[in-house]
């Protein structure tokens, strides 16, 4: 009788475990989304979103930067996580895949991308132990990070940068791109500095976020000449069969409706002259 109850309450125990961690299988694809709940899992994504790299136009040395650090890191060697920041539009997620894809054309299938949501940066840690003894190299990523007020995931990003006890995964780099500098707004270091006792430790604790970013890569606003580079390379690679000066007119005319001049606004110009044009791109 006795037997019986405690067999009854280990099994009772065990189903309500959680679940072991899923074994990680990257394998039927060179890019991942992380899903951690219901159940944490690695969703395939079979074709990526993602520009050649050589359209990428008036960031030059951010792309050397970036390249040169996902080739060592594809081909074995040692490499920093990556924070780019800076102008929205600029490129810097688009590079990170452009990045990927060029490594895994020069060395077959050698880097898998995994994206992971800003809102599920708390589990980043759950990630890098499924990805830890793990064959593959891999390159996780997470566009748009940035963190607001009493926003506590900072700290869980910063440990897992910083390594742990455990350490980094030697498998593993985290490339992230943000608008803002330090990842947090300005008014939320500000306000620390006001009510913090010590605020000058305060204040270090959340800027020093992004010191745990071995590269660090900006981006900024370009100039007209800039802008019409990328116009010209779009148009280039699309096919518009329109003569340049025509081109670069209508380009013009379009930043004066967008109010800005940027590589998003030089690719939706692109792809409005290619519908007007009759000029199909492939998806």
């Not at 869980?156 to 990842?183: C, M, Q, W």
Request: aromatic share 6%.
């Amino acid at each position: 009788m006795e037997e019986a109850l405690l067999t009854r309450i280990a099994e009772a125990l065990e189903r309500m475990a959680p679940p072991p961690a899923p074994q990680a299988r990257l394998i039927g694809a060179d890019a991942f989304i992380w899903h951690p709940t219901p159940r944490p899992r690695l969703a395939p994504v079979r074709r990526v979103s993602a520009v050649d790299i050589a359209l990428l136009q008036g960031v030059e040395q951010q792309k050397r930067l970036l390249l040169e650090n996902t080739l060592r890191f594809a081909r074995g060697l040692p490499a920093n996580n990556a924070m780019l920041w800076g102008a929205r539009g600029m490129g810097k997620s688009s590079l990170v895949k452009a990045a990927h894809a060029q490594a895994n054309e020069e060395i077959k299938g050698s880097l898998a991308l995994i994206e992971i949501a800003r809102e599920d940066i708390a589990t980043l840690p759950e990630l890098l132990e499924i990805l830890r003894e793990q064959p593959r190299r891999v390159l996780v990523f997470c566009d748009d990070l940035s963190f607001e007020r009493e926003d506590a995931d900072y700290k869980a990003l910063k440990s897992v940068l910083d390594g742990g006890i455990a350490g980094r995964p030697e498998n593993v780099v985290f490339y992230a791109t943000s608008n803002r500098r330090h990842l947090m707004p300005r008014d939320m270091i500000e306000n620390e500095q006001q009510r913090a006792i010590h605020a000058s430790e305060s204040v270090e604790e959340k800027v020093s976020l992004s010191d745990r970013f071995g590269l660090w890569i900006g981006f900024h606003n370009c100039d007209q000449p800039t802008y019409f580079a990328m116009v010209e390379g779009y148009a280039k690679a699309l096919g518009l069969p329109i003569e340049t000066e025509a081109l670069l007119a209508r380009a013009k005319e379009w930043t004066i409706t967008r109010g800005s001049r940027s590589g998003r606004v030089a690719w939706q110009f692109a792809l409005d002259m290619a519908g007007e044009l009759g000029v199909k791109v492939k998806a």
